[in-house]
């Protein structure tokens, strides 16, 4: 994209909203009522709002490298608690997708200087499930199925905080795993069986 044209676009943008709502942005400026918190990969081909087709106001978004849920990123845990304390969202998702550069790099032995620690979470998952990918020959097939496991195990991770077990038990959100198919444009729901995943999480780790 042409730097020059960022702020024309914007204006017509700002434009297009007016034409078909003069009041667009006081309605906005209103404040917001999101149901669903997104999670999801900084990637720049896998923007949330567009592939769900969401309106400003309807989806509280999370990027990061890989769409990983890290207990000790303050930066992940606060917005997961803000949207699920205070905006009271109903969905929780984590959405992986196909091609993620993240994952492929935590697939590879190379040394990525301060990428290291944070890939070092997705190796992990790597590990937890090495004997099923390890059965799989096609390296493509591979990787895209560390992927989709990438997914499950992060929302387990948010399974795992305060905020979203009480939430589950006051309120009923839903924590749930998605992927995006980058070659088809499609969002695959991974059927993520969140309340066995609940039941056997909370053995351990239950918070009152």
Not at 28 to 45: M, N, V
Request: aromatic share 8%; with cysteine; proline share 1%.
């Amino acid at each position: 994209m042409d730097l020059h044209k960022v702020f024309d676009n914007n204006e017509k943008w700002i434009q297009e909203k007016l034409s078909i709502d003069k009041d667009y942005f006081k309605k906005l400026a209103k404040g917001q009522s999101p149901e669903f918190l997104y999670i999801g990969c900084s990637d720049s081909r896998a923007t949330a709002e567009e592939l769900m087709g969401a309106k400003p106001g309807e989806v509280f978004v999370h990027r990061n490298i890989a769409n990983m849920v890290i207990s000790i990123d303050l930066n992940a845990m606060s917005v997961i608690n803000y949207a699920v304390d205070h905006l009271k969202v109903k969905h929780v998702v984590v959405c992986g997708h196909y091609g993620c550069g993240g994952v492929k790099a935590a697939m590879q032995s190379s040394d990525l200087g301060i990428l290291n620690p944070w890939l070092r979470n997705i190796r992990d998952v790597y590990r937890i499930h090495s004997k099923e990918l390890n059965a799989i020959e096609s390296e493509e097939k591979r990787y895209n199925r560390l992927v989709e496991l990438n997914v499950k195990e992060q929302c387990v991770n948010l399974i795992k905080t305060a905020a979203v077990q009480k939430a589950f038990r006051d309120r009923g959100l839903i924590v749930h795993g998605w992927v995006f198919n980058i070659h088809t444009g499609k969002l695959i729901d991974l059927k993520i069986d969140f309340e066995k995943y609940l039941e056997d999480i909370m053995q351990i780790y239950h918070l009152d």
